[in-house]
């Protein structure tokens, strides 16, 4: 069988060939600690739980829910969003589920790019960025985020690259737990008004943030919601990765877009998650955030005792290291898993930019931690 020649395009996807090595010395009866993927290991809130237990019982969600979403998960999501981030918006045209944020992100580029149209995207960055845009024929160029700016990308950069159809954006960050504020919102939506740039700003880590600091929401920039939409998941505040359930706002243009494309693909959330969200945004999270804080804490130390360069977030629940001198971030990934299995993710599976780097992920509870990072000190690769 001859595959469709988009696909060669593609590199190999970041995780699952971590899942791919991972499996294999499981298989061998090895116990790896997992520090590699962001999926957190806090159960999901009982009362979202006791909610979709009653909600599956009702026959009205056995049917097709509709595509853009029940309206009270619509209108709720409006409340939260006006609550939260001061941003007004309209249920009916500004507000889109997704059947998960990855899903929104990879199908946006088929509702706004035609084939050769310039997409930017942060390099190091979330791989579905790229992907999905080189598979929607793409001209994908890289927005270079390097340390010395806080990994945000030089505002200039939007016009350096050529005329472009749409920019992506993700703050907090992954894979550094890099943060914008309002102030950098703001020049880079006037750039992008400027330009004639679409943005997307994937905001799935905004309730993960540390030290003080509170994401705010680029629609909250003057301009915004003529250009710009921001993507939100369940995944992550409210630990519901397996639920498959997010959200899109802003540009009502853009959204109706991709509400045309959706359309013709998938057919919206299950009805009864969709019921268990609108009890997820009238609950609470604190506790999550007071748990990624301290696991947060007890890997930053031991990093520092450990003597290696790293990034230190103020958002999402990952930590960006520098590999020691003389590995490339796949040789020191390999090592760690073959010598010690441990499992973190090489930097460069996040674009150029990320080589030289591995991610932590803070999703595992703090013995597992404490433990991968003793190993990995057991193998004195820095001077401390």
Known sequence: MRRAERLEKLPPYLFDELDKAKRSLSQRGTGVIDLAVGDPDLPTPREIVERMR?????????????????????????????HRFGVSLDPESEILVLIGS????????????????????????YPVYANTSLMAGADVRSLDLEESNGFLPEIE????????????????NNPTGAVADEKFY?????SAAEKGLMVCND??????????YRSPSILASPGAMECAIEIHSFSK???????????????????????????????????????AAVTAVSMEYDENVR???????????????????????????????????GY????????????????????????????????????????????????????NLWTS
């Open 157 to 172: 950069q939007l016009g350096s690259r050529g005329p472009a159809k749409l920019v992506f954006l993700n703050y907090p």
């Open 237 to 275: 505040t409210f630990n519901m990765t397996g639920w498959r359930i997010g959200f899109a706002v802003g540009n009502r243009e853009m959204l109706r877009a991709l509400a045309q494309v959706k359309v013709n693909l998938d057919s919206c959330v299950f009805g009864a998650i969709q019921e």
């Open 328 to 379: 490339s971030s796949v040789d020191f990934a390999v090592r760690l898993l073959e010598e010690t299995a441990v499992c973190v993710a090489p930097g460069s599976g996040f674009g150029e930019n990320g080589e030289g780097w591995f991610r932590i992920a803070l999703t595992r509870p703090e013995a597992e931690i404490a433990e991968g990072l003793q190993r990995l000190a057991g193998l």
């Open 102 to 125: 990855k899903e929104g992100l990879g199908h946006l580029p088929l509702a706004l790019v035609n084939p050769g149209e310039k997409v930017l995207v942060p390099d190091p960055g």
């Open 203 to 212: 905001a799935a880590y905004s309730e993960i943030t540390f030290g003080g």
């Open 54 to 82: 009653e909600a599956v019982t009702d026959a009205s969600h056995h049917r097709y829910p509709g595509y853009i979403g029940h309206a009270n998960l619509r209108e709720a999501l409006a409340s939260w969003f006006h």
């Open 186 to 190: 703001d020049r880079l939506v006037s």
């Open 291 to 325: 748990v990624y804080a301290a696991r947060r804490k007890l890997a930053l130390e031991s990093l520092s005792k450990l003597g290696c360069h790293y990034f230190r977030p103020k958002g999402t629940f990952y930590i960006w290291v520098r590999v020691p001198e």
